[in-house]
């Protein structure tokens, strides 16, 4: 078996092993006075915004006195990063929210820090990716996108909103590697925002367009694209027509998982506290009217449950990254 099937088998069983966190049923005591989020990109985007909801469900259901939130860009988020680990001390009430990026960017050496240098306190939530096609496009579906791979494989480009090597064109690689294709075939093209992929897509520059899920059910709700292919392990609520990859034959999953970091150092009393407050987060109305309002998947893991994640996620994208030349 292969590197990367054993790094991808890896993350499938990682992936896995996240539990679901249940149905909302009621508030809690304060767990904590107060919470300082560190976001390290700007106003708007998703880090803001799972900071800035995960604060406003634990200040509302009671669990935590106040947040308070600072918006730290630069360096890809290397930035944030480094002053979280300069100033440990004097950030042990400071949560910093990452994702997969934090992966990629350590991995290509966009900053010379990884997860471990900071204490891990949980996987919050997961955005799953998917493969969209224009709403007047002939493939409806990844057999159909396949086929006219395979037919012609220079002609059918996919495109998506990171650069070649982050995380749109690993989803894609990961997806067609799957599908028995060799990835480091397959064309990809980069656009810098959403309007130009989907003037791509109309024009027919490129087949498909990956995308986060959550991003594709916007975009099929609005009546420009159609989805042919998630990478969920079972169908998702907000686009319950859409099939997964499995569904179809091509054997890969993966999440685009958000979650918080501490500064290295952070005393295990603080931590067991943080991990409290956002374990009994799950368990409040509060939460689930944030969650359903962005739509988030509940993903939820403390501790070595989480570098376990982390750790077998790093795996697999090492090994597609070197695979396509980017390590």
């Known amino acids: 078996m292969s590197n990367f099937e054993l790094g991808r088998r890896a993350l499938l069983a990682a992936v896995a092993a996240f539990g679901l966190a249940g149905p909302a049923v009621s508030g809690g005591h304060q767990v904590l006075d107060s919470i300082h989020f560190l976001?390290?990109?700007?106003?708007?985007?998703?880090?803001?915004?799972?900071?800035?909801?995960?604060?406003?469900?634990?200040?509302?259901?009671?669990?935590?006195?106040?947040?308070?939130?600072?918006?730290?860009?630069?360096?890809?988020?290397?930035?944030?990063?480094?002053y979280l680990i300069e100033n440990a001390e004097s950030n042990h009430g400071t949560l910093m929210v990452n994702s997969t990026p934090i992966i990629i960017r350590s991995l290509t050496g966009v900053f010379p820090q990884n997860f471990r240098d900071l204490t891990l306190v949980a996987g919050t939530i997961g955005d799953y990716a998917a493969i969209v096609v224009g709403k007047d496009s002939p493939i409806n579906s990844m057999a159909d996108l396949i086929a006219a791979y395979d037919a012609d494989p220079s002609g059918t480009a996919v495109g998506g909103g990171s650069v070649p090597g982050g995380m749109d064109h690993l989803v894609a690689a990961m997806v067609m590697?799957?599908?028995?294709?060799?990835?480091?075939?397959?064309?990809?093209?980069?656009?810098?925002?959403?309007?130009?992929?989907?003037?791509?897509?109309?024009?027919?520059?490129?087949?498909?367009?990956?995308?986060?899920?959550?991003?594709?059910?916007?975009?099929?709700?609005?009546?420009?694209?159609?989805?042919?292919?998630?990478?969920?392990?079972?169908?998702?609520?907000?686009?319950?027509?859409?099939?997964?990859?499995?569904?179809?034959?091509?054997?890969?999953?993966?999440?685009n998982w958000r979650g918080f970091f501490a500064a290295p150092g952070l005393p295990e009393d603080k931590l067991a506290m943080y991990q409290d407050a956002i374990a009994k987060m799950y368990e409040t109305p509060e939460w689930e009217a944030v969650r359903a309002r962005n739509g988030w998947v509940n993903i939820h893991n403390s501790g070595d449950d989480f570098l376990n994640f982390l750790e077998a996620q790093e795996k697999a994208i090492g090994d597609l990254m070197k695979k396509l030349g980017f390590l």
């Open 177 to 255: 590697e799957a599908a028995g294709k060799d990835a480091l075939n397959v064309k990809y093209i980069p656009y810098d925002a959403g309007g130009k992929a989907m003037a791509a897509l109309l024009s027919g520059e490129i087949a498909a367009l990956s995308t986060g899920f959550s991003e594709a059910v916007d975009l099929a709700n609005a009546g420009e694209v159609k989805i042919i292919g998630v990478t969920s392990e079972e169908r998702v609520a907000a686009a319950p027509d859409a099939m997964t990859m499995k569904e179809q034959g091509i054997d890969t999953t993966f999440v």
């Open 39 to 82: 976001i390290p990109g700007g106003a708007g985007g998703g880090w803001d915004g799972t900071a800035r909801g995960t604060g406003e469900a634990l200040t509302e259901a009671g669990l935590v006195g106040t947040a308070s939130y600072e918006n730290m860009s630069g360096g890809g988020g290397g930035k944030a990063i480094g």
